[in-house]
């Protein structure tokens, strides 16, 4: 989401101090304050944010094991069923 208070002259990166143009990017986890520039949102901000949720996937088989093939085709054939489409957000 754009903010609009967000001005359009070169700001700096938070994360590698370059100036940058435009709105710039969350760069959540890394930092909790400033924008980052595009770059640094393509190659550190969504590895870091794809590692959280790999990380999250590690702890949920570490938990229960991993999902056995029954479990899988069981959900898909419930979701084809309910015409619910998976969202991957
Ligand atoms: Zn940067």
């Known amino acids: 989401m754009r903010d609009p208070e967000v001005q359009t002259s070169a700001q700096t990166c938070c994360l590698c101090g370059d100036p ?3 709105h710039g990017n ?3 986890p890394l930092s909790e304050a400033g924008r980052c ?3 640094c949102n393509s190659l550190r901000v969504v590895p870091a944010r794809m590692n959280i949720i790999y990380k999250r ?3 949920l088989v570490e938990e ?3 999902p056995s093939e029954e479990d899988i085709f069981t959900r898909l054939q ?3 069923q ?6 991957y957000v």
């Open 82 to 87: 309910s015409d619910k489409q998976v969202k």
């Open 37 to 39: 520039c595009d770059d």
């Open 64 to 66: 229960y094991g991993p």
């Open 57 to 59: 996937i590690d702890d």
């Open 26 to 28: 969350n760069p959540e």
């Open 78 to 80: 419930e979701e084809k």
């Open 20 to 22: 940058y143009a435009g």
